[in-house]
């Protein structure tokens, strides 16, 4: 059995990546209070951890909400393009579909490590966004689905990669955010060696 | 006009006032939680009082830590005049909205 007055050490990282520092100092010592003080002996270690995970994910699902509804929102209209204005050639339209992507992903990477100062935020908010995004992508999708489902439509969602394709691939973009929330994690902490802060 | 408030944002301004000098984060959020009688995020409690400190209708100051929250410091909030005017206000409305009913209500539908 697992005796321990401290939550996990893998949450509280979480934590302190998506805070600015004097932040997360007061935030986790409230959390930290309340879980010895109230919750471990309420709900025992292991429904204290979950508690504290749960309070931490409320803190990223807050964090990323914003970026993830761009990003699904951006999803969901070219997925809307796909289906309604039915094309042969989809090169520019997955150009602009790729970069409008991956610009929100390293804008948000890049403001939430530099508001954090850490490289680590970087990449927990590229995977908060894609997977929050994912989510919002399929209900967004499903809804199309639901008001647009004549045979024409059928037959430019079979053009257009599958109805498979357009529910299952914001799941699989997830790896993209942890890249590309690296990447902007790095580019961050580079501009804050370049540009001095208060 | 002060600014106008939502529930919530009425619950944890409230808080402060009932806590006084004991107003710093967890203490708000059980205060929160007590009146409103049910578990809330301190996530939520976190972002409201960001932004009622950012509206310029609470201030904050950093406090000392203590052993069980292996010496992190406590965040103390205090109401600006604008947040109690803001507060004020939101309790006319209320009352305003209410004048002439008899609650609970009954016999309405």
């Known amino acids: ?198 | 006009m002060a600014e106008v408030l939502g529930t919530f944002e009425q619950a944890v301004l409230l808080a402060i006032v009932r806590l006084r000098d004991a107003a710093y984060g967890r203490a708000i959020l059980q205060e929160v939680e007590k009146r409103l009688t049910r578990e809330v995020a301190a996530g939520a409690v976190h972002a409201t009082l960001e932004r009622l400190e950012n509206k310029g209708l609470v201030r904050s100051q950093l406090g000392s830590g203590t052993a069980i929250r292996a010496g992190r410091p406590r965040r103390y909030y205090q109401l600006e005049p604008s947040g109690l005017s803001a507060l004020n206000d939101a309790r006319e409305v209320m009352e305003e909205l209410w004048r002439g009913l008899t609650w609970p209500l009954k016999g309405y539908v």
């Open chain 1, 1 to 198: 059995m697992k005796i321990d007055n401290s939550p996990p050490t893998w949450a509280e990282a979480l934590l302190r990546a998506f805070l600015k520092p004097d932040v997360f100092a007061s935030v986790s010592g409230d959390l930290l209070e309340q879980y010895r003080d109230s919750i471990l002996s309420a709900r025992g270690n292991y429904g204290a951890d979950a508690w504290y995970v749960k309070q931490v994910l409320g803190f990223v699902l807050r964090a990323s909400r914003l970026w993830a509804a761009l990003f699904a929102g951006a999803f969901v209209a070219r997925t809307a393009l796909d289906w309604l204005l039915p094309t042969t050639d989809f090169h520019l339209r997955s150009m602009v579909s790729t970069v409008l992507g991956t610009g929100i992903l390293l804008m948000a990477g890049f403001w939430v490590a530099w508001r954090s100062g850490s490289f680590a935020a970087g990449v927990a908010i590229g995977i908060a966004i894609t997977a929050v995004a994912a989510v919002y992508s399929l209900g967004g999708n499903l809804i199309l689905l639901a008001i647009w489902h004549d045979p024409g439509t059928m037959a430019a969602i079979n053009g257009s990669g599958g109805l498979e394709e357009a529910l299952l691939l914001p799941a699989f973009l997830i790896l993209p955010g942890l890249v590309f929330g690296g990447i902007a994690g790095v580019l961050s902490g580079v501009a804050r060696r370049l540009i001095p802060t208060r």
